[in-house]
């Protein structure tokens, strides 16, 4: 089997809304998207723990979506999803005007070592009944993945005007400034999506 360049593996990306709020999409490649799908067991594991609180991902989500965990780290350290993640962000940066030293190290998913948050990046269940009231992330970049969302309902983007239906396997990345919502959640299936947060090192 012949190894995939980057230009490979990257081929699907696609501008849906331009700069000076960029957002970039592709679709996750199926071997990348299974180990992603693969997190969902663990997560749930531990999001129906008697102790599962301890673990609750905090943020303005928190009461709104069923439940918030971060991906434990020994699913992303050294991880074909992190190279994955990385060089999206490069990529990223390489159509807009974001000032940076050296483009291949600049970009870094945003950590918190000693805490049981860990990396920035976690996984949302969403049920009949919750949303995600408007906001913005930390950091420089942010993102979101659509991991089961068969009734594809969609995050809303007011301050651009612009309404993302997403598809399974769809990975989203755009300034972590730019607010995003969404609605209120009125069918029974389960929606499973994560997000995260990258750093760039200027």
Known sequence: MMRKNICDIFSDVEIVRHTPDLILKAQIPDKIFKDVKGWIKPCRNIKDSEYGEL?????????????????????????????????????????????????????????????????????????????????????????????????????NFPTIGYTHIPNEGEILLFPSHLRHSVGVKTTTSERITASFNLVCFM
């Open 55 to 155: 673990l609750n991902h905090r943020n303005i989500g928190t009461g709104h979506n069923s439940y918030q965990i971060s991906i434990p780290r020994k699913f992303i350290d050294n991880s074909l999803f992190l190279g994955y993640l990385i060089h999206f962000g490069q990529l990223y940066l390489k159509k807009t005007s974001i000032p940076v030293k050296n483009i291949d190290r600049s970009i870094h998913l945003k950590n918190y070592p000693g805490h049981f948050d860990g990396y920035d990046i976690w996984m949302n269940f969403t049920s009949k009944g919750d949303d995600n009231p408007e906001h913005d992330h930390t950091g420089t970049l942010s993102g979101i993945i659509y991991i089961k969302d068969k009734d594809k309902h969609p995050t």
